[in-house]
């Protein structure tokens, strides 16, 4: 059995939120509305029509709900700032009682003897900058810059660790592609000028952190997939390395300083060619001090003609007779590894933080307690992994576990639990699970 010690007593271990999936209050205190509180209310877009206004209520239960990561051991919280929060239209009047409300997480994370993790962007965009267009226009990085520069100086004094972007892939091609997520845009156009300017946001974001702020640690967040073809077919490989051109190399390419990926793919090589001068290259360029990777699954893809551009299709685990999680997510810590020893191939990466990782199962309480037994298998599973690929020379120094509570998870709504605690939404009362006990005494080893 493995033990937090076996990873040396300098591993980061932590647990990780965004602000609109905990905090609510959507309309309150001064804040605008985000993309997910307006895609929210469009009908067909959230199961079960959730709304994130409420959420967790973290806004006014902070104070426990830091206890609380105290109490199960982590010494790390990673929460982010909701733009919106602090500029209520995305840009111009700052909100005092947003700024108040984060220097109190701050302060109370500080107090309870947590290190606090910042992340600037964790998808919320205010929705006044989407009706200018949002990601895909131009004017978003003055108003993103302007963000950072304010949150650099509110918080900087204070709060040494921090992350610019979480999962531009992600955002990008579920909200600006496929239109599953917030603001529900689709096409390849959009998808592509709205990575364009993530991929710059990334880089200046860096760039204004490490100006503003004494002696920061600056990383940012990638979320990556080992990519598999369901056959050893000249065409299952060649779309397994399309999507792997997509989900894992898109952004981290660029940010070190490699240009985006283009080999063997048409459409790449067009996206290349169009934002891939000298000038952008070198605008895209940032030395992070560490790279957070987010994993929860690998994705086995084949050849479909069918499927517009990118040719590939996805084959689930459950049509495999893999394991899987509530939401079908494939189980395999192999995969996990082969992942970060993808991402450790890269001679530029000096740190990585596994900033994210963790399961979804139909969790029930009953009778104060939550057996959440297949969860505390999974975390099992994937921390041997982990220890595996650390002793094996890959530069990894942090896990923090996805999530502290149940919360509002995006398009799921809060059919999806995730949490080391039971959030009942309809009393707000927090419940341990077995996984958070088990993450107590292995934090205690």
Known sequence: MIKASDFGKHFLWGVATAAAQIEGTSDYYGKGPSIWDAFSHKVGKIKKGHKPNVACDFYHRFREDIAMVKLLGFRIFRFSIAWSRILPFGEGTINPEGIRFYHNV???CLEQGITPYVTLYHWDLPQQLEEKGGWTSFSINRAF????????KAYGDKVKHWMVINEPFGFTSLGYMLGLHAPGKTGLGN???AAHHTALAQAEGGK???????????????????IL????????????????CLMNRLFIEPTLGLGFPSENWEVLEKFQIEYGTWRHTERYKFDFDFIGLQNY?????????????IQAWEVKAKSRKKPHTAMGWEINADGFYNIIKQFSSYPNIKNIIITENGAAYPDKLIDGHVHDVDRIEYFKLY???LLKAKNEGMPITGYMAWTLMDNFEWAEGFTARFGLVYNDFKTQERTIKDSGYWWQAFLKS
């Open 106 to 108: 701050i302060d109370e």
């Open 145 to 152: 810059n302007d963000f950072v520069h304010i949150c650099a």
């Open 191 to 193: 998808f592509f000028s």
């Open 208 to 226: 204004i952190l490490r100006a503003e702020i004494s002696n920061p640690t600056i990383g940012t967040t990638f979320s990556c997939s080992e």
């Open 229 to 244: 073809p369901y056959t050893q077919s000249d065409n299952d490989i060649l779309v397994s390395k399309r999507v792997d």
């Open 297 to 309: 699954f690998p994705l086995t893809v084949k050849y479909n003609a069918f499927i517009p551009v």
């Open 383 to 385: 921390l041997a992994a």
